[in-house]
């Protein structure tokens, strides 16, 4: 029997079994503009209405942009960092390992879900396709011992096939979704599609996706294969 844990996106658990293997490493891809942020921190918000503690690491991004992101929809990140269930932290990179950082924010708060944003960022201070590989690797590992279910943010160049910015990020983790974005006029479409869910009989086609007020939310009656019985 394989553990669920909810992402918080309205009908995408029901593609999923029910929701991301416990103690997983989903990786959320896309271009730019493509919500992964969002998704990510739906699905941080998930866990802390279930009284998980959760870290959000940002490579890019500062913390209060982070948090910023998040009032839009109505998510009052910081009343949970205040109760000491959330953390949200900037750390560059080049400074320390980045291993050892995130678990040091996970065994501080005892966390059970954390992001990474994003992944991409790792990549820029690496020679080459063999040590990001390496790195990552590492990452995972320690997230897997920590305990925790994880999304880790990685990003497609406009116009590339890849779904990863230095196609290794997919083969190391154990969950792929992809989410697109097609502007036309003043429309705006939204898709993900489950490339890849270890575990998981998994939806296979690309379902739409809007953006509302509350977030993330799948469209019309989106359906999943038939169960299977995984021991």
Known sequence: MVMRVSTGVPKLDSLLEGGLPENSVVMVTGGTGTGKTIMSLQFLW???QKGEPCVYLS?????????????????????????GMFRVIFHDPF???????????????????????????????????ATVRKQLSKLMKSVKNSGCTAIIISEIEE??????RFGVEEFVVDGVVVLNYLGIGDEANR???????????????????????????????????????IK
């Open 159 to 164: 116009d590339s096939k890849a779904l990863s």
């Open 191 to 229: 898709s993900l599609q489950i490339r890849k869910m270890r575990r998981t009989n998994h939806g296979k086609d690309i379902y739409p996706f809007k953006m509302t007020e509350a977030g993330i939310k799948l469209v019309g009656n989106p359906s999943s294969p038939p169960s299977l019985k």
């Open 46 to 48: 998930e866990g802390l």
């Open 95 to 129: 400074e320390t390992d980045v291993s050892s950082v995130l678990i040091n924010q996970i065994e501080y708060i005892k966390a059970k879900r954390i992001v990474v944003d994003s992944i991409s960022m790792l990549g820029l201070y690496m020679k080459d396709k």
């Open 59 to 83: 490579l890019e991004e500062e913390a209060e942009d982070i948090k910023a992101d998040g009032r839009q929809f109505g998510w009052d990140f910081d009343r949970y960092e205040k109760k």
